[in-house]
């Protein structure tokens, strides 16, 4: 008896069948097709054929020994596809047109095996015209009773063994998309996406009850759909996406998730609590929960029971893909596509305790063995043209079995009815691994302690600030509004104003105008400073000996708010309205050249007393005058822009048009002010 463990492969001069474990060699009795044109293989979903096409035509071998049942006649067939217990067998040509121009019936479905004269050449059960090779083939029901296929705006349902006559039709408008329920339950879901301001909908009917249904569900933003029964039939995930993404958050759309019970006890969208995209979904083998891979990088996987409620999360991780092993025992989690290509695997029995984490590289192919020992990993072409190969490994972790090859295009398992399977524990006994295993582990580099990112000397030595760190490292949550970062704790959006590891510095709390600054306040070069004015502030007091009250005393005189001597803050005073005066004047050209000789104050001038009111005036004055310089620079911009042409809106020639009086206003205030 041939081991039950068995894969098929497809390169670009081979079709082999290879038994795994525990033998891990060729299948003795199957006969590679000579080198030409492969395009295709495939199993029977019951295990017992195998069939691949040629540049002669399509033949079907037994796949526990290999030996050739039967062949087609036919040598342009691109693709294959069995009925789900392998009584019929479904070809697919290229679309073509015969001499009268009219297109020929590119679909064909034959009888798998069947008793001919010796003489009889084996003839299709039915034809059809299938021009797009996605979804061309007839969708079965579990019995393999009854088929179906889509045409414009309807369902077309017919007998198995007669294709030739229409046995039913469910009357859709605008239907694009199907799927008939798997198991003893014989529904079909159609979906219809919006059109004309109606939103997408996705009706369950029962076969052949069409008049109507028994679940449905509306909603917008769907575009297309994914729809997902389970192993029962009993549930259906639909997976809507956009083609554009009108947020501006993703290249790839939008995604929404909906789940419907077949008899219409439930139905509700599926709420995720990380933002981003979905990235996958798969029901569990038991039909009794899902899992999901959604969110923006690093993603989160939860598992949903049959009512939508979320009973584990896993930790977050850079992850895109989840798989359930044929037996419901184990759950896969790998990044795959622009990912590292690592493969987590949890055993979802024992408390969703992780088993192992998988290196496997940059596979496109990732599939479990039918027993739930072994995981599958393949680079294929036209992905990757290098490193294309097999790898088998066990559900511990350890690597069986290494294959190299050249431009690998396909790999698949042999399906095997679960009662034929042995009742052991896929994690003990560990196997032996193949020596191409062992092989594979000799050429396999050490990784390297990583490096790390680069650190500045100053913030070497301390921890990472966590608007450095990613969501799974403890870092905060990614947002995104409208396509532009918005600035969090987590570093995404603009740069902060920071050294790398140093704290936060305080800013100083503006003080209150007029007021008295405390001593305690300053920092040490402006009390420094301090001391120094009013020690010079002394010694001219003691020498002028001057008669006024503030200098007849002992006690310095008094000073502003910012801890400057009252002389040195009327000169600066006046300095300041100096240069905004000839700024100004220099701006306005010719119009105020005469606001240029602005008056300047004497030596001998005596130096006034500001207490605090006046210090207020004077505060409130200069945020006018500078508000007034901001509106003539604003006009003046306007100006040059019209008289360059550009058309300027009724607003703003009417703020031109104030420009005069800004300016008296702005005079007045600096009169004021000397």
């Not at 679960?418 to 582990?441: E, F, G, K, M, R």
């Not at 990472?464 to 600035?487: C, I, Y």
Request: positive net charge; aromatic residues 8%.
């Amino acid at each position: 008896m041939a081991s039950p463990l068995q894969f098929a492969y497809r390169t670009q001069k081979a079709i082999g069948v290879f038994d795994a474990d525990p033998v891990y060699e060729a299948l003795p009795g199957f006969t590679k097709p000579a080198e030409g044109n492969l395009r295709c293989c495939v199993y029977s979903g019951c295990g017992r054929y195998f069939a691949y096409a040629t540049n002669e035509g399509v033949v079907i071998a037994d796949a526990s020994v290999g030996h050739v049942l039967t062949s087609l006649p036919i040598p342009a067939v691109y693709d294959l596809s069995f009925s789900p217990h392998g009584t019929y067998l479904s070809t697919w040509e290229r679309p073509a047109k015969d001499e009268n121009g009219d297109a020929t019936k590119n679909l064909k479905i034959w009888r798998t095996i069947e008793e001919l004269a010796d003489d009889a050449e084996k003839q299709p059960i039915g034809k059809f015209v299938q021009k797009s090779a996605n979804g061309w083939n007839l969708q079965y029901t579990e019995d393999e009773r009854f088929c179906a296929r889509i045409v414009t705006n309807e369902v077309q349902f017919y007998q198995s063994d007669d294709l030739g006559t229409v046995w039913n039709k469910l009357r859709v408008e605008g239907v694009s998309d199907f799927a008939l329920a798997p198991g003893q339950n014989q529904n079909v879901a159609v979906f219809v996406p919006e059109r004309k301001g109606h939103p997408a909908s996705v009706k369950v009917f029962n076969v052949p009850q069409f008049t109507s249904p028994i679940s449905q569900k509306t909603f917008f933003k769907a575009d297309k759909v994914q729809l997902k029964w389970n192993q029962l039939g009993t549930a259906l995930i639909v997976l809507a996406q956009t083609e554009v993404d009108k947020s501006n958050k993703s290249y790839y759309g939008e995604t929404n998730m909906y789940l419907l019970s077949a008899n219409g006890s439930f139905d509700a969208r599926v709420t995720l609590d990380k933002e981003g995209p979905i990235h996958d979904v798969s029901w569990s083998p038991n039909s009794k929960e899902f899992g999901v891979v959604y969110g923006y990088m690093p993603a989160k996987t939860t598992i949903f029971n049959h009512r939508a409620v979320a009973t584990h999360s896993f930790p977050l991780g850079p992850r895109n893909t989840i798989i359930f092993s044929p037996t419901g025992r184990f759950a896969l989690l790998a990044g795959f596509g622009n990912l590292a290509g690592q493969i987590d695997v949890y055993d979802l029995e024992k408390d969703y305790r992780k088993i192992t984490t998988i290196e496997s590289g940059n596979p496109s192919v990732c599939t479990w063995s039918p027993d739930s020992r072994y995981i599958l990993t393949a680079t294929t072409s036209p992905r990757l043209r290098v490193d294309n190969g097999i790898k088998l490994w066990h559900v511990g972790g350890g690597i069986m079995y290494n294959e190299d090859m050249v431009e690998l295009y396909n790999v698949i398992w042999r399906p095997v009815p679960a009662a034929s399977l042995p009742n052991v524990d896929p994690l003990h006994p560990i196997p032996t691994p193949h020596p191409s295993a062992l092989a594979y582990l000799g050429t396999v580099k050490t990784p390297s302690k990583p490096v790390g990112a680069y650190r500045p000397p100053g913030a070497r030595g301390s921890s990472t600030p966590l608007h450095f760190k990613r969501e799974d490292e403890g870092g905060a949550a990614h947002s995104v509004s409208n396509g532009v970062p918005q600035v969090g704790p987590n570093g995404f959006g603009r740069p902060r104003r920071q050294i790398p590891g140093a704290e936060f510095a305080e800013q100083a709390r503006p003080s209150v105008p007029g007021a008295v600054v405390d001593d305690e306040n300053l920092s040490k070069t402006a009390l420094k400073n301090k001391k120094k004015r009013n020690k010079k502030a002394k010694e001219g007091q003691a020498g002028e000996g001057a008669t006024t009250p503030n200098e007849g005393g002992l006690a310095p005189p008094r000073e502003s708010a910012d801890g400057r001597s009252p002389d040195r803050n009327h000169q600066r005073h006046h300095s300041r309205s100096q240069s905004r005066s000839n700024n100004l004047a220099v701006r306005t050209q010719n119009n105020h050249r005469s606001r240029s000789n602005v008056r300047q104050p004497t030596a001998q001038q005596a130096a006034p007393v500001i207490d605090a009111a006046t210090a207020a005036a004077q505060s409130a004055n200069a945020k006018k005058i500078r508000s007034l310089q901001k509106k003539i620079r604003a006009i003046e911009d306007l100006e040059m822009r019209h008289a360059g042409g550009e058309k300027l809106e009724d607003t703003q020639l009417k703020k031109i048009a104030t420009k005069s009086s800004v300016i008296k206003e702005l005079e007045a205030l600096e009169k004021e002010g000397h």
